[in-house]
């Protein structure tokens, strides 16, 4: 029906720009907001790790909330989730309360992450390719988006309101899904929302896939990665003698070039049987700029994060193989909870070891081997993951 696809559509479009908002609307306030209600910078760490963590969480109750709502009433739940706890934020005095309304917010966009992927399968099998380009683009948006203006906005406002107002974003993308329940309530005979019956049956088997394992450590290591460069990123440059603002830009830049890749790497993928050959060009970006931040920060800084924005083109590589490798809905959600909540149960130590090896240390020569180490891991899970099969074939 082409009205339940244009509402689907425009319910995706709006979900996924909520999916980042929540991380980079408070990242450039952290230090501030903290001054105001009195938390260290240690708690700016656990701070650092929840998102990874609580999208590692969603991944577990994604399953068990798809099988009993359906997918769709999921999607809904997780945008309120998200509304809920990004306005209730905004208002707490303590940073007990702060924490956990972050949690409960970050715990939205997680469901959101494993939701998604299986919805454009359900909804959009014959343009997987694009309406993956269409998904990751908009979540770089919401990620780039908030980052450049959340500063601006709490200068003249306040952070209060620089952090609240993205709840009106989660409540919007509720809408649309409201809509796709009751056109689909409105056609019950043909109506598909509930999860295939062996759902179940899928979620145990794909832990004996190899294919599932290799799509969780490409996932995994590219959050990782990412999640400890955006962390640490800033104190890099600064210690290379750049000021908080120039770190900070290259950070925004860093989260800009993900574009590209959003743009182009779901329809590259789409047209080659095996795009292991695209991995291996991320890995050598990957080391490039490794190998520049780490012995000459400030010689080339533009191109140094240019080649590590374009390293992780196998985040929405991962996100468009969740499709291309299932033949069923019920197998696209079993992937992609599997690969989410593993993948961001192993990123969410990722910021937390590259701090703790330059603090061991006192330099970057660890931290930068433990990336060098996961880029290895990265390339052994996409081999893995590129190989031309489907997870229905391999979980037994």
Not at 3 to 10: A, I, T
Not at 81 to 99: F, N
Not at 294 to 313: D, E, I, R, T, Y
Not at 366 to 381: K, S
Request: net charge positive.
């Amino acid at each position: 029906m082409f009205e339940g696809r244009l509402l689907v559509l425009v319910a995706i479009v709006f979900s996924a720009l909520t999916l980042r908002v929540a991380v980079t609307a408070f990242t450039p306030l952290a230090n501030r907001i903290g001054q105001d209600i009195g938390y260290s910078t240690a708690v700016v760490g656990v701070f650092g790790m929840l998102p990874t963590a609580m999208f590692a969480l969603g991944g577990l109750l994604t399953p068990i909330l798809s099988r009993r709502l359906g997918l769709e009433l999921t999607a809904l739940v997780a945008m309120l989730m998200t509304a809920v706890g990004s306005a209730i934020r905004a208002i707490v005095p303590d940073t007990w309360e702060l924490l956990a309304f972050s949690a409960l917010a970050l715990a939205g966009m997680g469901v959101g992450n494993i939701v998604i992927p299986p919805l454009v399968k359900r909804y959009f099998s014959d343009r997987l390719a694009l309406l993956s380009s269409v998904y990751i683009v908009m979540v770089q948006l919401g990620t780039v988006v908030p980052a450049l203006i959340t500063v601006p906005v709490a200068d003249a406002h306040g952070w209060r309101l620089s952090l609240g107002m993205w709840a009106a974003l989660s409540l919007a993308a509720a809408l649309p899904w409201i809509g796709v329940l009751r056109v689909r309530r409105a056609h019950a005979v043909a109506d598909t929302t509930e999860m295939p019956s062996d759902t179940v049956e899928s979620t145990g088997k794909v832990w004996r896939s190899p294919l599932a394992w290799g799509m969780a450590f490409m996932f995994g290591m590219t959050s990782l990665i990412t999640y400890s460069l955006f962390t640490w990123m800033p104190t890099i440059f600064a210690d290379a003698g750049a000021s908080a603002a120039f770190g900070g830009s290259m950070v925004g830049i860093f989260a800009l070039i993900g574009l590209v890749a959003a743009l182009g790497a779901p329809i590259v993928v789409g047209r080659m049987a095996n795009p292991f050959p695209v991995i291996i060009g991320c890995a050598v970006f990957f080391f490039i700029g490794f190998a520049g931040l780490l012995f000459a920060p400030m010689a080339a800084p533009l191109v140094w994060v240019l080649a590590l924005g374009l390293g992780p083109s196998t985040f929405p590589m991962a996100l468009t193989l969740i499709n291309l490798r299932t033949r069923t809905g019920a197998g696209s959600a079993a992937l992609s909870g599997f690969t989410q909540g593993v993948g961001y149960s192993v990123a969410c130590t990722g910021p937390l070891v590259f701090g703790a090896l330059h603090t061991m240390t006192g330099g970057w020569v660890a931290p930068f081997g433990f990336l060098v180490l996961a880029v290895v891991v990265l390339m052994v899970g996409g081999w893995l993951a590129c190989k031309p099969q489907m997870l229905e074939d391999t979980w037994n």
